[in-house]
Nanobody
Framework: EVQLVESGGGLVQPGGSLRLSCAAS????????MSWVRQAPGKGPDWVSS????????YYADSVKGRFTISRDDAKNTLYLQMNSLKPEDTAVYYC????????????????WGQGTQVTVSS
């Protein structure tokens, strides 16, 4: 079965850094666009970043642009999110997701999600 397992979250002070990892299995990881989505307490999920299957195109929400870097290692079936200059507003559960694009649709489908990893940015 498809499995996505996030890790690397934790408690960090404002201005600090974390690197999240997502270990994928049960599908051909290298053929899929991938994303990070986060959900803050009491709020709905927000898209954070995406990377295409080839790893050549990267996209970021305005709120994290310049601070976060998405990457992937297809040989390890792993997706990463390097988070620098963290802010309290970044506090959320971070999910690794697949992206599936359909012809004629301008938004992807997020078919598979991991269990999430908690990131807390606080003094």
């Amino acid at each position: 079965e498809v499995q996505l397992v996030e890790s690397g979250g934790g408690l960090v002070q404002p201005g600090g850094s974390l690197r999240l990892s997502c270990a994928a299995s049960g599908f051909t990881f290298g053929s899929y666009d991938m994303s990070w989505v986060r959900q803050a307490p009491g709020k709905g999920p927000d898209w954070v970043s995406s990377i295409d299957s080839a790893g050549g195109r990267r996209y970021y929400a305005d709120s994290v642009k310049g601070r976060f870097t998405i990457s992937r290692d297809d040989a390890k079936n792993t997706l990463y999110l390097q988070m620098n200059s963290l802010k309290p507003e970044d506090t959320a559960v971070y999910y690794c997701t697949t992206e599936r694009w359909e012809v004629g649709v301008d938004r992807p489908k997020y078919d598979y999600w991991g269990q999430g990893t908690q990131v807390t940015v606080s003094s």
